[in-house]
């Protein structure tokens, strides 16, 4: 069974500081990764996908990396804004692949 | 083009009556995902349809069910409510490609609350 977990649980930052959120799974048998933000009482809005078979994806300000061998996936945010604070969930869709297990997420906090 | 639209937004429901969520995704899309999420226990995967059909089922009891139509607009049923079922019922829709499943774009969720 697919066990998403997400470090840390919570972050706060000032404003122009560069972060790292992690992710971590425990079957490396996946189909891809997907990074979300969710603004509270909201949908999810999706960020970054990024293939079994690719190491990153880029956009914008937001760089998601893969390491399918050793489980793990970094969301890295540079020159962070207040517009930045949301909670931020990976989500890992294995190769059944209709079914995508989602980390509980780590919830950002930029102050300016 | 138009994002996953999810409806009702809101919903008010008392124990044992039924509900039914609706989802329609993105045009093109033929594969729908449905999610419930509640603080305690984060995002769980109800189940997926494609071309109408059940391809992948979570862990839930078999008080929800759902369906897709020929238009690849989705249903879920909750029967007989409890007051656990309260949460936010996302659906996501992705688009199949050579390379198999797309990203998922969800709608803004149907917030469900049993009193």
């Known amino acids: 069974k697919q066990e998403v977990t997400q470090i840390p649980a919570a972050l706060s930052v000032p404003e122009g500081e560069n972060l790292v959120l992690n992710c971590s799974f425990t079957d490396s048998a996946i189909y891809n990764l997907q990074w979300f933000r969710q603004d509270p009482g909201k949908g999810l809005t999706s960020l970054l996908l990024i293939q079994s078979s690719q190491r990153e994806q880029t956009s914008g300000r937001l760089n998601a990396s893969l390491d399918k061998s050793s489980g793990r996936s970094t969301l890295y945010i540079a020159a962070s804004q207040p517009g930045d604070s949301a909670t931020y969930l990976c989500a890992v869709r294995g190769t059944n692949a209709g079914k995508s297990t989602f980390g509980d997420g780590t919830t950002l906090t930029v102050k300016p | 083009k138009a994002g996953v639209t999810q409806t009702p937004r809101y919903l008010i429901k008392t124990r044992g009556q039924q509900v039914t969520l609706s989802c329609s995704p993105i045009?093109?899309?033929?594969?729908v995902s449905w999610y419930q999420q509640t603080p305690g226990q984060g995002l769980q995967f109800l189940f997926e349809?494609?071309?109408?059909?059940?391809?992948n089922k979570g862990n839930f009891p078999g008080r929800f069910s759902g369906r897709q139509f020929s238009n690849s607009r989705s249903e879920m049923n909750v029967s007989t409510l409890e007051l656990g079922d309260s949460a936010l019922y996302l659906c996501?829709?992705?688009?199949?490609?050579?390379?198999?499943?797309?990203?998922?774009?969800f709608g803004p969720g149907t917030r469900l609350t049993v009193t």
């Open positions: 045009s093109g899309h033929r594969s």
């Open positions: 349809y494609f071309s109408e059909t059940q391809r």
């Open positions: 996501a829709s992705s688009i199949y490609s050579g390379t198999g499943l797309g990203e998922q774009y």
